[in-house]
């Protein structure tokens, strides 16, 4: 559905414009859940190629974060972390000069809780409402519409946003009325996902080096007990002995650094995070750091991983 039409001096007409900013794994499929909703979505990427195939689809490409916020009333940040967020900002030809009073910023990066709250502020101080907004599901959930949503943030950017938080995700989650307890809670959910992805490698490991076979130890763990939705996802990257990054290896680095950031801001211990952010680290290190996270699997000594099948 439409967005109300928002309180701006432009004349360009905004009503059901809607800005994506980021077109990666995850940034693409939103954009395509938006258009097909009825949004017009104007997007733009540091790869001018990712926005122009988007424009070939039915969207409007766009040369730079200032130049969507001349044309939409909501912009949606789906990029990698707070420092790529400040230059969609703040950098040059940065968004928030641009956007008009009224507006609203869907930040949907995994970052620090507390900068997302200062963010709020900093928005707020333009005339710009904020939406702390973190997102989870992988690719394909995101070009389905059916990923997760955590958000927090005031009524009135509710009010603006809601119908294309509906089209995005198939849950929203609303956690407060202002920033910081959707990257609360998405940090919380990247701990459970960084671990399980390790002790899935681990369990994968083991059974490698003790001469099980791969398959039939996925299969077995797959209809068990000791089966998580990570070790079904990831170990089936493994076994197909392809590492080609949905979520890499780096991206966990960085959010179980969060985590571990997070908790010793208040002295609380989190030993499973701090040994599956080493496994990250040492995985990242031997250079495996842009492949997919399951590439942590990569670390364990004297296992022989299977490998792809020869092409036809």
């Keep these: ?20 900013i980021g077109l990666g794994a995850m940034g693409r499929g939103m954009a395509s859940s938006l258009r097909r909703a009825g949004y017009r979505v104007h997007v733009c990427d540091v790869r001018p190629e990712a926005a122009q195939a988007f424009a070939e689809e039915g969207g409007v490409a766009c040369a730079h974060p200032a130049e969507v916020a001349a044309h939409c009333g909501v912009i949606v940040s789906v990029v990698v972390n707070a420092a790529q967020t400040e230059a969609v900002l703040f950098g040059e030809h940065g968004a928030a000069a641009a ?59 509710y009010a603006k946003v809601g119908g294309a938080l509906d089209a995005m995700a198939a849950k929203v989650y609303k956690l407060g009325d202002r920033a910081g307890n959707g990257s609360k809670v998405k940090i919380i959910n990247q701990l ?48 197909a002995a392809d590492y080609t990054p949905l979520s890499a290896v780096d991206i966990f680095v960085k959010d179980l650094g969060l985590v571990l950031d997070t908790a010793r801001a208040t002295k609380f211990p989190l030993p499973l995070s701090a040994t599956a952010h080493q496994m990250f680290m040492q ?23 299977p490998q792809a099948e020869p092409t036809p």
């Design 1 to 20: 559905m439409p967005l109300p039409a928002t309180d701006t001096t432009d004349t360009t007409d905004t009503t059901d414009a809607i800005g994506v």
């Design 99 to 157: 956007m008009a009073p009224g507006s609203v910023f869907v930040m949907c990066s995994t970052v620090d809780p507390n900068w997302s709250v200062a963010l709020e502020s900093r928005l707020a101080a333009l005339g710009v409402g904020y939406l702390d907004a973190p997102i989870s599901g992988g690719a394909a959930k995101a070009a389905s519409g059916q990923m997760t949503m955590m958000t927090a943030g005031s009524p009135d950017a």
């Design 192 to 239: 459970l996902a960084g671990v399980h992805i390790a002790a899935a490698a681990e369990a994968m490991a083991l059974g490698l080096r003790e001469g099980v076979d791969a398959a039939a130890l996925y299969e077995v763990i797959t209809h068990s007990a000791g089966n998580s939705w990570m070790f079904e996802n990831r170990m089936a990257h493994v076994l």
């Design 283 to 305: 995985a990242s290190t031997a250079g495996f750091g842009r492949e997919d996270d399951s590439a942590v699997i990569k670390i364990f000594p004297g296992i022989t991983l």
